[in-house]
C-alpha cells in the first residue's frame, strides 16, 4: 500500500444529496423502500403471535407432520400434515403439467412465430396470467372437472395397473390430479413470461452460430438454448412452484379437502391444500381452531418465502446484464 | 488494439443466413405433414363417430408425429426426427394453452351472459334468497364494494410503490438488492396468509369488526410487489441523459425527479397502476377474512360489512343452486369485464409511451 502512495486514487463521482428538500426526497424514498421489510416483519410478528397458543399446545413437529385435524375432540387436536403433503402434491403435478406447455410457448413466441403472431400471443398469455383464481374456480368446479374427470378415466383404465393411477371407488371427481391441472393453468402463464424474458434476452450470434455449424432447431434448442437459459427457466419454475403452494380459491372448488392422507394415488376424490383448508375452516372455528388456522398459515407463509427467495435469487443470477 | 470485426446485422448481408432459406420442397411436405393428419382426424371423427378426445390422442397424434417425422427424414436425413418432434410437441402444447384459455373465456362470457341485465348490474342483494330467480337482485353493491376497497388500496399503494421505485432507481441506496428480493418475495405472497395477517393485527385482537377497509389493508401487499416492479421498469427506460441534464442545470433531485423524469414515465406509471389494480380486484381470500360479506350496498369504507365482487362469487358459488349458480356465473363475467377493461388501458398506456418515445 505505502509503495503505491503516490498514485492518485480515481475520483468517485457519487455525491451526497446536500440540499435539506433533498434529504426529505431521499428519505421518504428510503422510508417506502423499508416498508416492505416492515410489512413481512410485521406478518411474521402477528402470524407468530396469534398461532403461539395453538402451536404451545399440539408443538410444532406435531403439528406440522401430525394428521388429524378434530376440533370437537378433547383435547383438540389440529395437525396439518395431510394438508401439507397434498399442498405439495398437487403443486407438483401442476410444476410438471404446466412446465413443456410454458417452455413450448416461450419457445414457440421467441423462436418459431412471425414478429405479428408472437406479440399476439404474449398478450392473450398476460390475459391468461389476469384471470382472477376464483373465476378459474368456477370454471373448474363446473367446465373443466366433468372433461378432466374424463381424462382421469381414461388413465386409469389404460394405466391403471401403475399404482399412482389406480382408483378403487371409481370417483374421478374432485381429486388431486384436477386440482393439479387447475393450478397448472394458473401458474402456465407465470414460467411462460418469465422463460419469454429469459429466451429473448439471449445472445442470439451463438444462436446463429450453432446453425451455421449445422445444428438443427432441436439440437439448438437442447444443447444451446436450455442450457443457456436453464437458470432462468428454474427459477421461472419455482416461482411457479411458490404460487401454486398458495392457491386458495380456485383449489377449493375442485377438491375434496381430506385429513386422510393421500400419499400418491392422485386419481382419488380426496387431497389437501393448506391455503383452501384455512379459507374452508374459517367461517365456523372457535377461538382455539383459529389459532390453529393462523399457524397453519405461517407454515404456508414460511414455506412459500423459503422457495419464492431461492427462485427470486436464481433469477436475478440468470439475468447478470440487469443490475 | 485488438481488432473488432463488425458482426451488426447491418454489415452482416441477409444472405449470410443459408439455414433460414425454405426449399419449395420443404415447404410442401411442411404443408402436406400439417394438413393430411388432422383431415384423416376429422374423418376419423366425422365419419366414424368417434370421441373427440379419443380421436385426438389415439388417431391425431400417432399420425402427426409419423408425418412430421417422414418430413425431417425427408429434408435433414435422420437427425432431422427429433427437429420435427420438437416442432409438433411445441405447437401441441402452445395450442392446448389456447383450448384451455378459450375454454374459461367462453363458458364465463357464455353462461354469464345469460345472468346478465340492468337489474343484475345496478341492484343489490337485499331480501334475495340464493333461490331467487334472476329478475330481481344483483351485485350493485358488490361492485360498488370492490371498486370502493380496491379504491383505497389504490390510494395507499401507489405512493407507497412510487417512493420505493425510485428508492431503487433513482438513489445510491445501498439495500437496494434486499428490497428487490423482498419485493420478489411478497410477490409471491399466498394472498390468504395477507388475509390472516390483517385479521390477526386488527379483527382478532379487537380494534374493529370486520369492515371495509381492513379489506384495503389486506390487499396491499398483493399489490405493492407489482407497482412497484413495473413502475421501477418504466423509470428505468427513462434516458439518463435528461435525469442528467436537469441535474447539470442545478436542479435538486426531487426537482429533477418530479418535472424531468416523472412526467417521461407518466404513461409506464399508468400501467404500473392499471396492473396492480388488475392483480386485486379478483382476490377473494382475504377479502373473505377481513371483510366479509353483506347484501346491502354499503358506501363507508370506514365501517360494516362490505360485499364485493369476489366475496359474492365465493357465497354464491357455496350455495350449489342453479340460480345461484347463474348469479356466479354473472358475477365472474363482471369482474372479468373490469380486468379486460383495466388490461385493455394498461395495454394503451405503455403503447402511447412507445410511440411517443419514437
Known amino acids: 500500500m505505502n509503495a503505491d502512495s503516490t498514485k492518485v486514487e480515481r475520483r468517485k463521482l457519487a455525491s451526497k444529496p446536500f440540499a435539506k428538500s433533498d434529504r426529505i426526497f431521499f428519505g421518504v424514498a428510503r422510508v417506502a423502500a423499508y416498508s416492505s421489510f416492515v410489512i413481512i416483519a410485521l406478518i411474521l410478528i402477528y402470524l407468530v403471535g396469534r398461532s403461539l397458543p395453538a402451536l404451545q399446545k399440539q408443538g410444532l413437529i406435531n403439528f406440522t407432520f401430525g394428521s388429524t385435524w378434530n376440533s370437537a375432540a378433547t383435547p383438540e387436536t389440529f395437525q396439518l400434515g395431510p394438508m401439507l403433503w397434498g399442498s405439495i402434491l398437487i403443486s407438483i403435478i401442476g410444476v410438471v403439467i404446466a412446465v413443456p406447455l410454458a417452455i413450448s410457448i416461450a419457445y414457440f413466441i421467441e423462436f418459431m412465430a412471425p414478429k405479428a403472431i408472437a406479440k399476439a400471443v404474449t398478450t392473450i398469455v398476460d390475459l391468461l396470467a389476469a384471470i382472477p383464481s376464483i373465476v378459474l374456480g368456477l370454471w373448474g368446479a363446473f367446465v373443466f372437472s366433468p372433461i378432466a374427470a374424463g381424462w382421469a378415466k381414461m388413465l386409469n383404465h389404460s394405466l391403471g395397473w401403475i399404482p399412482i393411477f389406480s382408483n378403487p371407488e371409481q370417483n374421478f371427481l374432485r381429486s388431486p390430479f384436477i386440482a393439479g391441472i387447475v393450478v397448472a393453468v394458473m401458474i402456465v402463464p407465470i414460467i411462460a413470461s418469465i422463460t419469454r424474458e429469459i429466451f429473448s434476452q439471449m445472445d442470439r450470434d451463438i444462436i446463429n452460430a450453432s446453425l451455421a455449424l449445422g445444428g438443427n432447431r432441436e439440437s439448438t434448442f437442447r444443447k444451446v438454448i436450455l442450457p443457456t437459459a436453464s437458470g432462468g427457466v428454474i427459477g421461472g419454475v419455482l416461482l411457479g412452484l411458490g404460487r401454486a403452494l398458495g392457491e386458495t380459491v380456485a383449489v377449493l372448488y375442485v377438491l375434496n379437502i381430506s385429513f386422510n392422507i393421500n400419499w400418491t394415488d392422485i386419481l382419488q376424490a380426496r387431497g389437501g391444500s393448506v391455503a383452501s383448508m384455512i379459507i374452508s375452516k374459517f367461517g365456523e372455528a372457535n377461538p382455539s381452531e383459529v389459532s390453529a388456522l393462523m399457524a397453519a398459515g405461517l407454515v404456508l407463509f414460511v414455506f412459500t418465502l423459503i422457495i419464492n427467495s431461492i427462485a427470486s435469487y436464481i433469477v436475478a443470477k440468470a439475468q447478470p446484464w440487469r443490475k | ?358
Open chain 2, 1 to 358: 488494439m485488438e481488432k473488432v470485426i463488425d458482426l451488426t446485422p447491418v454489415a452482416r448481408p441477409k444472405t449470410a443466413q443459408p439455414w433460414s432459406k425454405k426449399s419449395p420442397k420443404f415447404l410442401i411436405s411442411a404443408a402436406a405433414a400439417s394438413i393430411i393428419p388432422a383431415a384423416i382426424t376429422l374423418a376419423f371423427v366425422g365419419l366414424a363417430g368417434m370421441d373427440f378426445m379419443a380421436a385426438l390422442i389415439i388417431v391425431f397424434l400417432p399420425i402427426q408425429v409419423i408425418a412430421a417425422a417422414l418430413v425431417g427424414i425427408s429434408i435433414y436425413g435422420r437427425r432431422g426426427i427429433l427437429e420435427s418432434l420438437l416442432v409438433v410437441a411445441t405447437i401441441f402444447f402452445s395450442s392446448f394453452v389456447f383450448v384451455l384459455l378459450g375454454s374459461v373465456l367462453w363458458s364465463v362470457i357464455s353462461n354469464g351472459a345469460a345472468a346478465i341485465s340492468p337489474s343484475f348490474i345496478f341492484q343489490n342483494n337485499y331480501y334475495i334468497q340464493p333461490t331467487t330467480d334472476l329478475g330481481y337482485g344483483g351485485v350493485g353493491h358488490a361492485i360498488v364494494g370492490s371498486l370502493l376497497i380496491v379504491g383505497l388500496s389504490t390510494i395507499i399503494t401507489v405512493p407507497l410503490g412510487l417512493a420505493t421505485a425510485v428508492y431503487l432507481t433513482e438513489t445510491q441506496g445501498k439495500s437496494k438488492g434486499i428490497i428487490r428480493t423482498l419485493l420478489q418475495a411478497m410477490a409471491g405472497l399466498p394472498s390468504v396468509v395477507s388475509g390472516l395477517f390483517i385479521y390477526a393485527m386488527f379483527i382478532a385482537s379487537g380494534i374493529t369488526t370486520y369492515a371495509g377497509w381492513t379489506g384495503s389493508l389486506a390487499l396491499i401487499p398483493l399489490m405493492l410487489p407489482t407497482v412497484a416492479r413495473v413502475t421501477e421498469e418504466s423509470l428505468r427506460l427513462v434516458p439518463a441523459e435528461l435525469r442528467n441534464g436537469a441535474l447539470a442545470l442545478g436542479a435538486p433531485a426531487w426537482r429533477a425527479f418530479a418535472q424531468v423524469t416523472l412526467p417521461a414515465a407518466k404513461s409506464g406509471i399508468m400501467t404500473a397502476v392499471l396492473l396492480g389494480v388488475a392483480r386485486v380486484i379478483g382476490e377473494t381470500a382475504p377479502l373473505v377474512l377481513t371483510t366479509f360479506a353483506a347484501d346491502r350496498t354499503n358506501l363507508n369504507v370506514f365501517s360494516g360489512q362490505m360485499g364485493s365482487l369476489p366475496t359474492y362469487l365465493f357465497g354464491y358459488i357455496a350455495f350449489g343452486f342453479d340460480a345461484s349458480i347463474k348469479r356466479a356465473w354473472g358475477a365472474a363475467l363482471v369482474i372479468l369485464i373490469i380486468v379486460a377493461i383495466l388490461f385493455i388501458s394498461a395495454r394503451l398506456a405503455s403503447r402511447t409511451r412507445t410511440k411517443a418515445r419514437k
